[in-house]
Every structure is written in structure tokens, then in C-alpha cells.
């Protein structure tokens, strides 16, 4: 019911209700996002695979634990690059805002669902684009929200942004490399 509530609060006034769920600055709500995130991510990549429910709990696992430690980096290096340019933002708050707008990769669950649909279209061609799209609306969404909360410019605001998903990026590409380099020294 909160979550129902949450929702209307936004659809009325969306810089009241993000400026209310920064001011509590709720661990638990943020990980709600992070869990609807986490849910888009396993459902659009694994549609149709008929996993079984071990593994299935078992990538949702790990797809949170990345989606967390994601945002926390995210978040950190973004209050950093605010940091040097002497806006003073909280971590802790940009990782809520990050955590909401996890939301918005529940949108990924739509396009599995349409793309399982309609196999005989392959729209499976389409996921880069639909993935561009998402990310794009997430940046959208957390710019909008870092320049309501903190009065500092949009372009500000998206270098912000853009500065601390690099990190993100490299760290997880750097662990894939080692993944993948592990698993051929085993073979």
C-alpha cells in the first residue's frame, strides 16, 4: 500500500516526492528499486531459457549484488565529481536516488515479453536499442532529480552522472576479462 501511495505522490508532483524519498533517505526502498531492476535484467536476458528455479534464484542473486555494489559506485564517484566542483551532495542520497530509479529497468520485462511474443519479428535484434533507451531515461530521470534536489545546473548534473558510471563500467568489465580468464585456465 506504502509503494501504491509512493507512486501517486509522484505521478502528482515528481519534485516532492523524490525531494520525501531523499529526506529519508530509506535503505529499504532504494533496494526495492534495485530489486525491480534486478528482476528487468534476469527476465530480459533470460526469457524463453526455462530456467530452473535454483539457478534462476541464484542469478537473481548475483544480479543484486552487482546491481548494489553498481549503485554504490555509481553514487560515490558521482558525489565525488560533485565534491571537486563544491556542491556538497550525500552519497547516501544519490544511492537512494539511484535505487529508484531502478524502476524504470522494470521496463526491460516489457520489451522480454513483447520480444517472446512475437519470436517470428526477431526482436531480439532490437535489444541494443531497447537497452540505449533505457539507459537513457534512467540518465534522464537522475539528472532531473540532482538538479531539482540540488539547484546545480543540468550540465553539471549529467557530467556528474556520466563521471560515475565510467567506474562502473570498468570495474565490470575488468571482472568479466578475469572471469573469462579464470574459466580458460581451467580448461
Given at each position: 500500500m506504502n509503494l501504491l501511495k509512493a507512486y501517486y505522490k509522484y505521478m502528482?508532483?515528481?519534485?516532492?516526492?523524490l525531494q520525501r524519498l531523499l529526506d529519508r533517505c530509506s535503505f529499504r526502498?532504494?533496494?526495492l528499486g534495485y530489486l525491480v531492476a534486478t528482476l528487468g535484467w534476469v527476465v530480459f536476458f533470460n526469457v524463453g531459457d526455462g530456467l530452473s528455479i535454483p539457478v534462476l534464484v541464484l542469478k537473481l542473486l548475483i544480479v543484486f549484488v552487482a546491481e548494489l555494489t553498481a549503485g554504490f559506485v555509481w553514487s560515490a564517484f558521482a558525489a565525488l565529481f560533485l565534491d571537486l566542483c563544491h556542491s556538497r551532495v550525500s552519497s547516501a542520497e544519490l544511492f537512494v536516488m539511484v535505487g529508484s530509479s531502478g524502476i524504470i529497468k522494470g521496463l526491460l520485462i516489457v520489451g522480454a515479453l513483447v520480444s517472446a511474443m512475437f519470436p517470428q519479428f526477431e526482436l531480439g535484434l532490437l535489444a541494443p536499442l531497447f537497452l540505449l533507451i533505457i539507459?537513457?531515461?534512467?540518465?534522464?530521470y537522475l539528472t532531473h532529480g540532482l538538479v531539482s534536489r540540488e539547484n546545480i545546473s543540468v550540465a553539471r548534473a549529467l557530467s556528474a552522472w556520466l563521471f560515475g558510471i565510467v567506474p562502473v563500467f570498468m570495474s565490470f568489465a575488468l571482472a568479466g576479462v578475469f572471469f573469462v580468464w579464470g574459466i580458460a585456465l581451467l580448461v
Open positions: 502528482e508532483n515528481p519534485s516532492v516526492a526502498q532504494s533496494c539507459g537513457i531515461l534512467q540518465l534522464a
